[in-house]
Structures are given as structure tokens and as C-alpha cells.
């Protein structure tokens, strides 16, 4: 009679992948930013991603507190992903552009 113990180990095993599967999503959709931090932000392309990309770990208008050319940024968001920060392929060229510009 191995039949029951079969399922119940598939059943376990699949309850253990759904909710890895859920932390994943939520470690990297984890947002803290207040819309006041969102409205500091000027509107221009880049902002969607780095309300995405940096407001896990503290506000996204933090990067309103520092002036830097393109290749200072490239440096800070390097460091930023070597902490945690998710930031898309796709994004990272256009969040640079952004932040240059920024402050
Ligand atoms: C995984 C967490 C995390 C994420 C995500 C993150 N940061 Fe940070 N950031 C930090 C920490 C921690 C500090 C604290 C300051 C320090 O110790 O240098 C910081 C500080 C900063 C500062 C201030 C640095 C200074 O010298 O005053 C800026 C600007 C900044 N982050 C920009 C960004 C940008 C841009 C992104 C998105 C690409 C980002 N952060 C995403 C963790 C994170």
C-alpha cells in the first residue's frame, strides 16, 4: 500500500515549489515607496524602472540626494545590484540616462 504515501509526498513537494515560487515573486516586487517619494521623481523615461528597481530597500527619491555623471551612476546602481537591487537588462541604460539627468 504505497499508493497514498506517493501522493502525499508529491503533494508536499508541490506545496514546498508553490511557496518558493511566491517568495521569489515577492522579494523582487517588495516596494516601500510612499507616492509622496514617487511624485519627488520627475517624469521622464527611467522613472517606472526605478520605482521598480530601487524602492526595496529605501525610498526611490534617495537618488534626488546625489549628482553624478553617467559613469558615477553606472558605479552606484553596479553596487546597488551587488546589494539585492533586481534591475532589468532592458532598464539599466535608460535608469542610467535618467539618473544623470536627475537632481
Ligand atoms: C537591496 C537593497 C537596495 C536596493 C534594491 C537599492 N539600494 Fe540603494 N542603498 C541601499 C543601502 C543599504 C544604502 C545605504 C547607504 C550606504 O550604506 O551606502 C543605499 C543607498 C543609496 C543611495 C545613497 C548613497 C549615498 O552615498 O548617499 C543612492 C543614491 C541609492 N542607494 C540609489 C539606488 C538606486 C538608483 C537603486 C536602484 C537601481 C537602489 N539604490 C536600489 C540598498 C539598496
Known amino acids: 500500500m504505497s499508493g497514498p504515501a506517493i501522493i ?9 515549489l508553490a511557496l518558493a515560487g511566491a517568495a521569489g515573486v515577492a522579494a523582487q ?8 517619494a514617487v511624485a519627488a521623481l ?3 523615461p ?8 530601487c524602492s526595496g530597500c529605501h525610498q526611490p527619491d534617495i537618488v534626488l540626494s546625489l549628482k ?4 558615477g551612476w553606472r558605479e552606484l546602481v553596479d553596487q546597488m545590484i551587488a546589494r539585492g537591487a533586481n534591475v532589468e537588462e532592458a532598464k539599466y541604460e535608460e535608469i542610467i540616462a535618467y539618473l544623470a539627468q536627475a537632481g
Not at 502525499?8 to 514546498?16: D, N, T, Y
Open 68 to 71: 553624478r555623471d553617467a559613469a
Open 46 to 53: 527611467g522613472k517606472a524602472g526605478i520605482v521598480q528597481s
Open 42 to 44: 520627475p517624469d521622464r
Open 8 to 16: 502525499g509526498r508529491a503533494l508536499a513537494l508541490g506545496v514546498m
Open 29 to 36: 516586487e517588495q516596494s516601500m515607496a510612499t507616492p509622496e
